[in-house]
């Protein structure tokens, strides 16, 4: 994508926010945009004959040994959602196959009938449900204790990017967006303007870290809102508690910086990660729904 494709999307992408509250694309998705597309990346743009503002954009992403997908129709044309999602859906489908098929994550906000009708069309089937949980900051003076059980430090990149990727990488390994990052996609993550190294907080054990905790702030939210954006505990040092600490000592670091909320996206099948959110007091904000199938080769 050039310069213009880019501002053209973006500003649909804003539209889009304003209607429905949430933005769309998720950080991935985003980012992918943002830099005008990287191997295993296609956006695909819809506009009306004889006009070049967009009226949809559908993008793809070649990720963890899958392909995640996004469409976003402009609030003024869902009324033909049916037509121009199944034309979106069609090409980028006509696209999966042409590059080897694979499996398919189409993300959906709020999921409508007609998001259910268009995914079996083309052999999607309800799959992961992510939820995005809410709590309360500070956090109650006993919860907010647990986090001091434990000692972080700031990320350094040219000290830790490459152990940073090995223990993401271990705690993800199954996962289709978090896995299998490189050192490209680190890279392109913290040359972003919202990233601040003493937002990651990393625990050491035995020179290595043993967990770690991503957070990022949303200055444009009212209340503040502040996220943990990735957090994993290294599967060599799991069963020690490292999960309930790390995640406490990210939302206090969030409250010393001035959150109101804190949140975070969580699989809705993980029960032990919930279960663990829930005794912190999160609470399920919303839901967002992927529609997944397996798309052949040509």
Request: charged share 20%.
């Amino acid at each position: 994508m050039d310069t213009a494709d880019i501002q053209n999307i973006s500003e649909l992408l804003v539209d889009a926010e304003r209607a429905d509250g949430v933005r769309p694309l998720s950080d991935h998705l985003w980012l992918d945009l943002r830099q005008g597309g990287r191997p295993g990346f296609i956006g695909l743009i819809a506009t009306e004959e004889d006009h070049d503002h967009p009226i949809a954009y559908c993008q793809l992403s070649r990720g963890n040994e899958s392909w995640s997908l996004d469409l976003v129709v402009h609030p003024h044309h869902r009324y033909d959602m049916a037509t121009i999602g199944n034309e979106l859906m069609t090409a980028a489908v006509d696209i999966v196959k042409s590059e080897g098929g694979g499996r398919v994550h189409w993300w959906v906000f709020e999921a409508s009938q007609l998001h259910r009708t268009l995914a079996q069309e083309f052999g999607l089937q309800r799959g992961r449900e992510l939820l995005q949980l809410r709590v309360a900051l500070p956090l109650p003076q006993p919860l907010a204790k647990r986090g001091t059980t434990i000692t972080t430090r700031p990320f350094d990149f040219p000290k830790d990017a490459s152990s940073w990727l090995e223990t993401n990488n271990a705690a993800f390994a199954q996962h289709p967006e978090q896995g299998a990052w490189e050192l490209d996609v680190l890279q392109a993550r913290i040359s972003e303007s919202w990233f601040d190294p003493k937002g990651v907080l990393i625990h050491d054990i035995d020179s290595k870290i043993g967990a770690f905790c991503w957070t990022k702030m949303h200055p444009e939210t009212t209340p503040l809102v502040g996220e943990i954006y990735v957090i994993a505990v290294n599967p060599a040092c799991a069963g020690r508690g490292l999960g309930s600490a790390i995640t406490v000592a990210g939302l206090n670091h969030l409250a010393a910086s001035g959150a109101d909320v804190g949140m975070l996206f969580v699989d809705a099948d993980n029960a032990a990660a919930i279960s663990m959110y829930m005794t912190l007091g999160f609470v399920v904000h919303h839901t967002e729904l992927a529609f997944v199938g397996d798309i052949s080769t040509l």
